[in-house]
């Protein structure tokens, strides 16, 4: 089965300052990849996604991710935040058409990003 | 407009009780989950439903029961709540293929 391993729970970056969230998955074959972005309070608000190609892929609010398949990662990044992105960040991987049917996702245990003033 | 919508936002209830979710989407989509959210914020697959057959029911309590009455709607049944279901639940949709997934709101479940 597929599992992804986002290992910082939390991270603190200054205002302004750029961003890496790291995300690894555990797959036999290339996955779909994606990265979603909690609020507090609020839903899952998809940033961007991989599912072939460019490695190097753009997602919304100016967030990149590329996906490394030597080193079956997938990290995000900003090359400088605002205090609007403070929220929960998950990293997801799906893995597609199974008998007909989809998979649904598996999700890391997400990454708590604070900015600083 | 809104793509996945989940009513109630929110549910307090007391132990014992029998309450429903439910999830709409106007996404034309084809496949449709619930994910529940733990208190540590760690999210998992609970169901997922195509075309009205049940594709996936990972090892949760079968007082949980997803009930698709037409392809856009996809609810979540609880039946004798306990305190250990409250968390927040995710309604999710897709095209089975590629996955893409857009999720409602979520509903926070409070049990007491």
């Known amino acids: 089965a597929q599992s992804v391993t986002q290992p910082d729970i939390h991270i603190t970056v200054s205002e302004g300052a750029s961003l890496e969230l790291r995300c690894n998955y555990s797959?036999?074959?290339?996955?779909?990849l994606f990265w979603y972005v909690q609020s507090p309070g609020q839903g899952l608000q998809l940033l961007l996604k991989?599912?072939?190609?460019?490695?190097l892929v753009q997602g919304i609010k100016g967030f990149e991710a590329e996906f490394k398949r030597s080193q079956s990662s997938f990290n995000l990044r900003k090359p400088s935040v605002h205090w609007s992105d403070a929220a929960e960040y998950f990293c997801?991987?799906?893995?597609?058409?199974?008998?007909?049917?989809?998979?649904?996702?598996?999700f890391g245990k997400g990454t708590h990003l604070i900015i600083q003033p | 407009d809104t793509a996945v919508s989940q009513t109630p936002k929110y549910l307090v209830t007391q132990m014992g009780n029998d309450k429903s979710i439910k999830c709409e989407q106007n996404?034309?989509?084809?496949?449709m989950y619930w994910y529940k959210q733990d208190s540590k914020k760690f999210l998992k697959i609970m169901f997922s439903?195509?075309?009205?057959?049940?594709?996936i029911n990972e090892t949760v309590p079968n007082r949980f029961s997803p009930k698709s009455p037409d392809k856009a709607h996809l609810n979540l049944h609880i039946n004798s709540l306990e305190l250990g279901d409250s968390a927040v639940y995710f309604c999710?949709?897709?095209?089975?293929?590629?996955?893409?997934?857009?999720f409602g709101q979520g509903t926070r479940l409070t049990v007491v």
């Open positions: 999710a949709s897709s095209q089975s293929s590629p996955i893409l997934a857009f």
């Open positions: 797959y036999g074959a290339t996955p779909y």
């Open positions: 991989y599912f072939s190609g460019d490695t």
């Open positions: 997801a991987v799906g893995i597609g058409n199974s008998g007909g049917g989809a998979d649904g996702l598996t």
């Open positions: 996404l034309g989509h084809d496949t």
């Open positions: 439903y195509n075309n009205k057959e049940l594709i």
